[in-house]
């Protein structure tokens, strides 16, 4: 292996990617429009939810309770109802997304200290929507009561307080959780994208043919192209990175080397499989084809948008051969939970099989002829 | 071996799946010589130059190319070769230095060999002008040059051209032989293939090649000479018609056109003649004019594969 050989390729890949306009756009603009649209899809909060309000205590701690509701700022105002049968037509008819029904002796029972019993109901079409306003509900629900509580009982003279906490993400912010798995999403996608042309745009032009005839090995012409891909797909990451922090505050509560490491551990594995892809491919055609094959089942299996613990038993051990699923607890563990290798070193193991798996795959099926 | 040799080639074969591409060829290719390879599309031209460079694998035979084995000793053989593929196959987004220069990297071509070969290069390729341009910008012609020169770039004892003159326009041919024959000079062997046969009368040696297999392989004049036909050449109107009942005549082996003109091959000049002239006239046919000519490399050719069959 000589990197006199090595460096000519590399070079030549910089030249035709910043020559590229087009491509190159599309390798920055795109991780960028999926952080804006996931970013603010997945919402920091969700806000402006209907909230149909069925009071039958009518009483000052019901109009309290829902006041409590209304300036948190999630909720707005729904139809004021007088039956459960009613708030369900209502969530029915769309008019509201959630009601809250508070019965009659609600009133008496918070001012003698007892029990009171509120209940909350949630349209669960879309549960990524209803899990935020369940946990907004439960979460204004209990900051109030415990207000009231302290109030009421604190003058008996016997001060209690009851603090509910939410761990690791307090504002159950969906940014918070999507936006550091989506730098993995968006390493595995545009790595894979970019090495999966890199020998095939050879083939596809001829140039293939003059190469095999030069004395460049095919480690070094690899090498030589993955350099820049690498690269080119570390900048995104990056960008990303940045974008999370100035756009979103994303918190890094881990070690940011930890992180920067493990995204170059990862970084192998979609070189990895581009690089096969790029090998028993013929044409973009197929290339492209293949490249979605591993890029959909990463989306959908690596428990980035679906929990994998409430997936069907076959489906979860399924999901061990997606190289992304390791790659996620890692990102969102250093970023939310501030966790490091004690924790971690598991998925890194997982990440170096599917690494050497991948690139050992791919160099076997790479040959210095056309056939 | 044979040292004066540049290639030689025994049972080379290639086969896909069921298809046979080439069928155990033998070559000799003395150095120094401008060889030509030459057959219609389809003939195993493509094949046999792939597997002399090592681009595809043999499935049978052997050769040695510029005194090394092209299968044991095959990354260093390609120190000392130079193929253009048939494919204008150079990087159409890098300007025409850049490719020069990206070649000359790979082959690790010293800085002093580089000052002085790169301006010759481009020189007589004539791209001086157009060093800044992307190649995929070049018209046809200079893509052919530029890729040439890329083959060169390292100086190369033998050249394989895999049709380097398709799709180029006539001057542009011309004036690529006339490169072809400076190579020469500097001592490099030259083993071109070709569909145009009047560019194999060029060639210093030819060899036919149909079917996967070599019917003959010599300096086209002696091929000319050998031909046991006559060619009369024929002007007539209308010509398809002429043709159709050329075929008929006595001693008629076979017709074909050539633009204008038909060449007529008899095994019997003076019967077909004889009945050539009156034949046509009676059937309507204007006899512009009937004369002997000295076979084309084509009329040879024609006759070879017709034998064969």
Sequence with gaps: MRASRIWPIARKEFIQMFRDRRTLIFILMTPLIQLLVIGYATGGQIVNISLAVVDQSHSPDSRALVQAYLASGQFVQGPQLDSLAQAKVAIDDSQAKAAIIIPPGFGRSVGTGQPAEVSF???????????????ASQLIGQAHSAQVRAQTIGARGSAFDIRTRVLYNPELSGTNYQIPALIGLILQLTTINLTAEAIVRERETGTMEQLIVTPIRPIELII??????ALASL??????????????????????????AFMLLFLLVPLGIGLWISAVSQSFRQAQALTLLFILPGFLLSGQFFPIESMPVVLRYITYLVPLRYFLPVLRGIFLKGIGLPELWPQGIGLVFWATFFLYLASSRFKKTLG | MDASLAIEATGLRRVFGERIA?????????????????GPDGAGKTTTIRMLCGVIELSGGGARVAGLDIVREREAMKERIGYMSQRFSLYPDL??????RFFADLFAVTRQQRAALIPYLLEFSGLTDFQQRLAGLLSGGMKQKLALACTLIHRPEVLFLDEPTTGVDPVARREF??????????????????????????????????????????????????????????AARPLELARTLARAMPGVSSVQAFGTLLHVLTADPQATEAALGPGLRAAGVEVLSIARTLPSVEDVFIAMTEKKV
């Design chain 2, 177 to 234: 032989w006339r490169i072809l024959y400076g190579l020469l000079k500097q001592g490099v062997t030259v083993f071109v293939s070709t569909p145009y046969m009047d560019e194999a009368a060029r060639c210093q040696t030819i060899a036919f090649m149909s079917e996967g297999r070599i019917l003959a392989a010599a300096d086209p004049r002696e091929l000319q000479r050998g031909l046991p036909e006559t060619v009369i050449e024929l």
């Design chain 1, 235 to 260: 900048t995104t990451a990056l960008l990303v990175f940045i974008a999370g922090q100035l756009l979103f505050q994303v918190p890094v509560n881990g070690n940011v080397l930890l992180l920067f």
């Design chain 2, 22 to 38: 080439v069928d155990g060829i033998d070559l000799r290719v003395p150095r120094g010589q401008i060889y030509g390879l030459i």
């Design chain 1, 121 to 135: 109901l949630v349209d669960g079409t879309e549960p990524n929507t209803a899990s935020t306003i369940i946990a």
């Design chain 2, 95 to 100: 300007t025409v230095i850049e490719n020069l």
């Design chain 1, 224 to 229: 030589g192209k993955l350099m820049p891909y």
